[in-house]
């Protein structure tokens, strides 16, 4: 038996479900090892969600992996959730810049940073105003500047609600590291008027912010 003609000749709802087991960095190398299914691979149901979590700081090949997973599948991704253990740095802003110009499907989207630059908050912020199919924003652990008359580099809510764009976090997940040098009530989280999940340190509020 011709293994590679069977494969090729395998229908399309039946590669999408081998794809729907694989993890998004076979899933890149299936499509350079069988180019037959790169029409199946460039569809939304091949790619209903990417999720990236760095354990080590030391990480940039895997940014670089991730860079081209968007690069390449981007426009079809409708889940992508990003965890990152160190600052964004070139990887991280290049990896941004490209979900701003690709993921115009994405559905859901959770980001997960302690350290914010002033570029990476705008990335942030353009990426909520070009990605118009958001149904669910979480942002999680992030190291927070609090007044809005104050500026600094780990700042990301100040800018998301100076875009307007505040209203699409649904879910923000706040640390020990996102309260420091902060006293007293939260008030800016007044301005998130669809956040549906907050939780501070280990106490969850879903009710009444």
């Given at each position: ?44 149901s ?50 941004l ?69 505040v ?17 007293g ?6 301005n ?17 912010v």
């Amino acid at each position: 038996m011709d293994f590679g003609a069977s494969v090729d000749s395998l229908p399309t709802v039946v590669i999408l479900q081998i794809l729907s087991y694989l993890h998004w960095r076979d899933k890149l190398s299936v499509g350079e090892v069988l180019p037959s299914w790169e029409n199946v691979l460039q569809c939304c149901s091949a790619w209903p969600s990417v999720h990236y979590r760095e354990l080590t700081p030391r990480c940039q090949k895997d940014r670089a992996l991730l860079l081209h997973c968007i690069v390449s599948y981007g426009a079809y991704i409708q889940t992508i959730s990003i965890t990152l253990r160190s600052a964004l740095g070139i990887a991280g802003s290049h990896i941004l810049k490209e979900m701003r110009s690709r993921c115009h499907n994405l559905v859901s989207l959770e980001f997960g940073s302690t350290i914010w630059d002033p570029f990476g908050g705008m990335l942030f912020c353009q990426i909520l105003g070009n990605c118009s199919k958001l149904q669910e924003v979480s942002l999680v652990r992030p190291s927070l500047v609090w007044g809005l008359g104050r500026e600094g580099k780990d700042s990301v809510l100040v800018p998301l609600i100076k875009a307007g764009h505040v209203h699409k976090i649904t879910k923000l997940f706040l640390c020990t590291e996102s309260l420091i040098d902060h006293e007293g009530p939260l008030d800016i989280l007044k301005n998130f008027t669809q956040l549906r999940t907050l939780r501070v340190r280990r106490e969850e509020l879903s009710e009444e912010v």
